[in-house]
């Protein structure tokens, strides 16, 4: 069924094409609106024939899906618009900001009934027990399942955040109206508050699903590290290159799916010619973009043979180890004048340390100061996701 859809309404192509992704976008959201509102009235219907805030509480969970995936194709339809003047980097973004919006009305709805739930338990009411209500509820089981598997697909096929939250989110139904029908059939044989620690169970399901949707879509949008897959394979483009000594401080800007742009330096040595090293340097953008459709941007670093290797080095970057045994060191000169030397570098440290970054550099300074070495350090933070 899945595959059918997909072959009717969404043309052949990479899914990197704004058009094929833009279909595959559609799809899911008018898919998402039109089974969610027939589960909405058919679950709203059986509970308040039942007098049940289980079901009515479930009904209105697929009501917050139903509006999700309105966002979700709106943000689809937006995120189409090309590149002008006020954005230069295309509206890629607005996708990030639809899983936002979806992910706020998860948590909202997940509180409401929540909030029902609990006055529920606290003066109970006894449910009204029809097995067209439970056949109501195991189809939707059924559909949500279909669902999840569906936005799964369609969320892998393009990478898309908000789409793998709307098939997260339609899993954590499937296990949440499997309670309300446990807790419809449970309530017909005892006083216990069933429908209410129902909905509460619900509740909390819905809140967890809304929460980590809202830390998978917000990761973009606040900035996230480079993968360490892709910067092993930048940093691996860039080292075959004869020339290049190092790479470091690679960032990943995201624009939106399918619009990145990676910045990193690239440490080349002092003596060498300017033409030639600009030349290797396009050489590596022009490879980074045709292999992975990423815009790069090099910065050159000019070190010297005893910058990378040698007495200083391994001094400085004991300095360094002597504050974290993970520090590393990069952008290494090193100056010599009548006063003795002098060193300059960059020390990244872990982000979780017992002191400021102030305190780092001045231990790192004091342990070359013991030395004879005049430092002058500044510390960073490691761009790179851990895996």
């Given at each position: 069924m899945s595959e059918l859809l997909i072959r009717l309404f969404v043309p052949k192509g990479s899914a990197d094409d704004p058009e094929v992704r833009g279909a595959y976008g559609k799809l899911s959201g008018i898919a998402g609106i039109v089974l969610n509102i027939l589960l909405v009235a058919g679950k709203l219907t059986a509970g308040l024939m039942a007098a049940s805030v289980a079901i009515v509480g479930?009904?209105?969970?697929?009501?917050?899906?139903?509006?999700?995936?309105?966002?979700?194709?709106?943000?689809?339809?937006?995120?189409?618009?090309?590149?002008?003047?006020?954005?230069?980097?295309?509206?890629?973004?607005?996708?990030?900001?639809?899983?936002?919006?979806?992910?706020?009305?998860?948590?909202?709805?997940?509180?409401?009934?929540?909030?029902?739930?609990?006055?529920k338990i606290i003066s109970p009411e006894q449910a009204a027990f029809s097995w067209v209500a439970v056949g109501v509820l195991i189809a939707a089981v059924a559909v949500k399942l279909w669902m999840f598997y569906f936005n799964r697909k369609i969320a892998k096929r393009i990478n898309s955040p908000s789409i793998a939250a709307t098939a997260t989110d339609s899993l954590s139904d499937v296990v949440a109206t499997t309670v309300v029908i446990a807790a419809t059939v449970c309530a017909q044989y005892t006083d216990f508050p069933v429908d209410g620690t129902a909905g509460l169970l619900v509740a909390l399901f819905i809140l967890r699903a809304g929460i980590g949707a809202l830390k998978t879509t917000q990761a973009p949008l606040l900035g996230r590290p480079i993968s360490k897959d892709l910067a092993d394979e930048i940093e691996s483009i860039a080292l075959s290159r004869p020339g290049i000594l190092g790479v470091h401080d690679l960032i990943y800007h995201d624009y939106g799916p399918g619009k990145a742009i990676v910045s990193f330096h690239a440490e080349v040595a002092a003596d060498s010619q300017l033409v030639a090293t600009h030349t290797l340097i396009d050489g590596i953008e022009r490879e980074i973009d045709e292999k992975f459709g990423i815009e790069a941007v090099i910065h050159i670093d000019p070190v010297c043979s005893e910058c990378k290797n040698g007495e200083i080095f391994e001094l400085c970057e004991a300095a360094a180890k002597s504050v974290s045994a993970e520090a590393t060191i990069h952008d290494l000169q090193v100056e010599s004048g009548a006063d003795g030397r002098k060193v300059y570098f960059d020390a990244i440290l872990p982000y979780k340390l017992d002191m400021t970054d102030g305190q780092a550099a001045e231990n790192i300074r004091a342990y070359l100061a013991q030395r004879d070495i005049d430092a002058e350090v500044h510390v960073d933070h490691p761009l790179i996701a851990d895996k």
């Open positions: 479930d009904a209105l969970n697929n009501l917050s899906d139903a509006a999700s995936s309105i966002i979700t194709l709106v943000g689809f339809r937006m995120a189409e618009k090309k590149p002008d003047k006020e954005h230069p980097f295309g509206h890629g973004r607005i996708e990030y900001i639809a899983g936002l919006i979806i992910a706020i009305l998860i948590i909202f709805m997940g509180f409401e009934l929540g909030k029902t739930s609990i006055e």
